[in-house]
């Protein structure tokens, strides 16, 4: 069992950085794979970026050189750092994870624990 709490959302202008954090609790995190996802409203939920427990990391294009995903499994958290953010970027983000590593990292339907979700807003 694995339990996720992002932090770190809020309002940032377009252009600005923002550092969001998921604190997970549970034996498995460290060999778990880590996903972060949004959903805008009206809108499907959809991969942001994810890491591998072997340390291996995708992102979606849209995001690709401006946001970075990184963990620390000493103290169970995994944060994206959001830089150069744009009005398009607001949406909840959530922290997601899975341990089955077989999975694909940018599916929703491969993790089996989701956190509760913050919001993200860029302001033009």
């Known amino acids: 069992q694995v339990q996720l709490v992002e932090s770190g959302g809020g309002l940032v202008q377009a252009g600005g950085s923002l550092r969001l954090s998921c604190a997970g609790s549970?034996?498995?995190?460290?060999?778990?794979?880590m996903g972060w996802f949004r959903q805008a409203p009206g809108k499907e939920r959809e991969f942001v970026a994810g890491m591998r427990w072997i340390g291996t990391t995708y992102y979606a294009t849209s995001v690709k050189g401006r946001f970075t995903i990184s963990r620390d499994n000493t103290k169970n958290t995994v944060s994206l750092q959001m830089n150069s953010a744009k009005p398009e970027d607001t949406a909840v983000y959530y922290c997601?994870?899975?341990?089955?590593?077989?999975?694909?990292?940018?599916?929703?339907?491969?993790?089996?624990?989701w956190g509760q979700g913050t919001q993200v807003t860029v302001s033009s």
């Open positions: 997601a994870a899975t341990t089955d590593s077989s999975k694909l990292v940018s599916t929703p339907t491969s993790y089996d624990y």
């Open positions: 549970g034996r498995t995190f460290s060999s778990s794979t």
